[in-house]
């Protein structure tokens, strides 16, 4: 798993920004000006993130090396959340992505509320994005209790609409909704 991961990372994290290429047609292309980092893949990512610490010794070297992607992660995902809480579609770009997506963003929530949980990020810094973060998402659960704005099956920024959800948006959300819950007084 370490040899194909550092593979895929090698391959396609970009180093400026602390993020990754969904695949190599994204390396020159840019979307209005912006290099394109789709969000959910992104999510997949750091989600991924937690759940590989999750099973690995905190003392040992694989772990420091996906420690040190999640910070990187991390610290570029706190500069670039939407001052309504959420991500844009395409991460760079958020003025040309206005519209909620609320699978991305929900795996932003759960890895950030994990770090802030396992006292590996600083929660001065980062519960500000974890709550504005949650807030938002929640913010899209209809009366009914569908999360709307869950950007349908694809490989790179779209569009999303309030009526419309997928059960990886809704996974995503529980996931965020389990760490929240334990940075807010939860068992």
Excluded: C
């Amino acid at each position: 798993m370490m040899s194909e991961f550092k593979a895929s990372t090698d391959f396609l994290f970009d180093e400026e920004e602390n993020l990754y290429y969904r695949d190599e047609r994204y390396f020159d292309q840019l979307d209005n000006g912006t290099k394109v980092f789709w969000s959910r893949g992104n999510g997949w990512v750091f989600a991924g993130l937690v759940n590989i610490m999750n099973e690995l010794d905190p003392q040992s070297e694989e772990y420091a090396y996906f420690l040190n992607l999640y910070k990187k992660m991390a610290e570029k995902l706190i500069e670039i959340q939407t001052p309504e809480g959420h991500w844009a579609m395409s991460l760079l770009g958020q003025e040309f992505y206005p519209t909620p997506e609320t699978s991305g963003s929900s795996f932003y929530v759960y890895g950030l509320a994990w770090g802030v949980n396992n006292g590996i990020l600083d929660k001065e810094t980062y519960e500000p994005a974890v709550k504005k973060g949650w807030n938002a998402m929640a913010s899209h659960v209809t009366k009914e209790g569908m999360l709307g704005y869950v950007q349908p099956i694809g490989a790179a920024p779209g569009k999303a609409w309030p009526d419309k959800t997928e059960v990886y948006g809704t996974g995503a959300y529980l996931s965020a909704g389990t760490e929240v819950y334990k940075l807010y007084g939860g068992e």
